[in-house]
T-cell receptor
């Protein structure tokens, strides 16, 4: 069963704009991860944030985690057409990882 | 470095036919292995995971089964496919409960 829920389901922006995707979950977690999936391909790990962390950066990616609200956000700054993909959050509650349904991001050149 | 292989990449099978999807991992020992299914436009659903040879845990009751005959080999099978088995099947590995590394996937279409 799914744990995380991404919001919005789909997002369309112009190149150069920032993209923000949100993830909400229901149970306490050890960490939360964001993955990217190009159409018809496997998932690629982007970033992991642990439950005792509040913010993490990796290049143009910025992830925040609010454990009191059970939510996380992924910000992609200065988006590029190559960022077009589906983005999934996954939660680790000490057992298996649970994935949300994903946000489909389209970056128009 | 570690790599993960899945084959075939695409598969079209008639309803009622058997299925065998294979996943192999290189460059690591005693990984945890996972099979996921992704329906069109949806997230990933965990089907099976394995922490060792011959050890299989099933997450969702269905007509699929999994086996791990070798440390780095994970097989997904079915005796009789259903239309609802169509989807994108992903294999993943990890050596901890942190990052999972995914294979390229198999697109299965059941007609």
């Amino acid at each position: 069963s799914q744990q995380g829920e991404e919001d919005p389901q789909a997002l369309s922006i112009q190149e150069g704009e920032n993209a923000t995707m949100n993830c909400s979950y229901k149970t306490s977690i050890n960490n939360l991860q964001w993955y990217r999936q190009n159409s018809g391909r496997g998932l690629v790990h982007l970033i992991l944030i642990r439950s005792n962390e509040r913010e993490k950066h990796s290049g143009r990616l910025r992830v925040t985690l609010d454990t009191s609200k059970k939510s996380s956000s992924l910000l992609i700054t200065a988006s590029r057409a190559a960022d077009t993909a589906s983005y999934f959050c996954a939660t680790d509650a000490g057992g298996d990882m649970r994935f949300g349904a994903g946000t489909r991001l389209t970056v128009k050149p | 470095s570690q790599t993960i292989h899945q084959w075939p990449a695409t598969l079209v099978q008639p309803v009622g036919s058997p299925l065998s999807l294979e996943c192999t991992v290189e460059g690591t020992s005693n990984p945890n292995l996972y099979w996921y299914r992704q329906a069109a436009g949806r997230g990933l659903q965990l089907l099976f995971y394995s922490v060792g040879i011959g050890q299989i845990s099933s997450e969702v009751p269905q007509n699929l089964s999994a086996s791990r005959p070798q440390d780095r080999q994970f097989i997904l099978s079915s005796k009789k496919l259903l239309l609802s088995d169509s989807g994108f099947y992903l294999c993943a590995w990890t050596v901890s409960t942190d990052t999972q590394y995914f294979g390229p996937g198999t697109r299965l279409t059941v007609l």
